[in-house]
């Protein structure tokens, strides 16, 4: 490698354990030297861009605290870059590890700077919506029109990037058998392109120089599943699994470059598939960290994906996903708003720490044993604050307690209450079980 060696798995690789992952180490509880291997190997990586100045260090890998990544982003019928800081600060605020700015309204490169500018966290992007967004009718997919988009996002500070990379000819046969064929926007472009021009990726073509500019900024590179399914009835398919098996390939590549490498998820998977998807990528694929969308496990739940997705999220990092893309109320139905971020971010946050309990990651445990204390010393205070989203938790309460005092009950006041309002002082299990 020339130059100044800037990667984080190449300072590992060289035995150096960097400022990062001692911040890291620190807060995952676990030995520096021990994170460096995992860094070196692969199986960690520590998305942070020499120019994004405000950062603060995470890391996303299986054997870490999973995380959950927050999508943004304008599109060509609403928002603006001052609703979109609304919604990266509301993300953050109710627990987001990173976010992803998936913008394709006007004045992409001013809504970014201020999107990364503003985020303490790490932020994605998938370069292919940029190109999208050109001037006139066709998507320029031009080697030179690739290479120029992902060098600027790159000088801007993006941590990831999104590359559809892995999606190739021969996996297009497979893809017009399927109910939906192709849902992944970036995923579509680039097969209507191939289809049209009867070439190869220009993604694919051009990865090596992708590798040049990722190495300079140390930008992770998260291989994208441009044939994941958008329905149970694609799940698990021969175009999905091909593409999975380039990825596989591909992630070496970007080892042995000197890069940091992440691989994208499904999908819309059945419930009883998600740990066959997980187990297959970690095969396949290195032990790259494994970054899943959802996955939703049912397609007839509009306006509830966020849960219906948060159920396959959970099993998938109990078996090993290493970061989940939330889905909000909104998805398959609009351009979320910064309630759905809130509500799609809460979901995940329960996916991922039901996960995080599941595979015994150390610590885990904790919140849920003093949560458990707090109850059963009638301490809502502390039960508020431990709780996920405690302003929810006590917007819930103040109702429950203000529905009680309309019906004229009497009884202690809020704070002193040994008793909820569902079952009162009579019945209330654990003051009566007291007397045992």
Known sequence: MEGKVKTQIARAQVGEITQEMMIVAAAERLNPEYLRDEVAVGRVVIPANVNHKNLKPMGIGRQLKTKINANI?????????????????AAIEFGADTVMDLSTGDNLDFTRRTIIDASPVPIGTVPIYELACGEGDGVDLSEDAILAVIR?????????????????????????????RIV??????IARHMSENKCDNPFY???????DICREFDVTLSLGDGMRPGC????????????????????????????????????????????FNMEIERVWCGDAPFYVLGPVVIDCSPGYDHISSAIGAAVAAMHGAAMLCYVTPKEHLGLPNARDVRDGVIAYKIAAHAGDIAKGVPGARERDDAISDARAAFDWEAQFNLALDPAKARELRDEALNERSRT???????SGDHFCTMCGPKLCSMRVSKDI
């Open 73 to 89: 982003g304008t599109s060509s019928l609403s928002s603006c870059p001052q609703a979109e800081v609304v919604k990266l600060k």
């Open 152 to 180: 600027r996002q790159a000088e801007q500070g993006v941590d990831y990037m999104t590359v559809h990379a892995g999606l190739r000819p021969d996996q297009l046969p497979a893809a017009r058998a399927r109910k939906l």
């Open 184 to 189: 992944s926007r970036g995923g579509a472009l």
């Open 205 to 211: 073509s051009c990865f090596d120089r992708i590798l």
């Open 232 to 275: 149970l009835a694609d799940a698990s398919d021969p175009a999905q699994l091909a593409e999975l098996r380039e990825l596989g390939i591909l992630a070496a590549r970007c080892r042995a470059a000197g890069v940091q490498v992440m691989i994208e998820g499904p999908g819309h998977i059945p419930l009883d598939q998600v740990g």
């Open 408 to 414: 004229g009950e009497s009884g202690a006041s809020a």
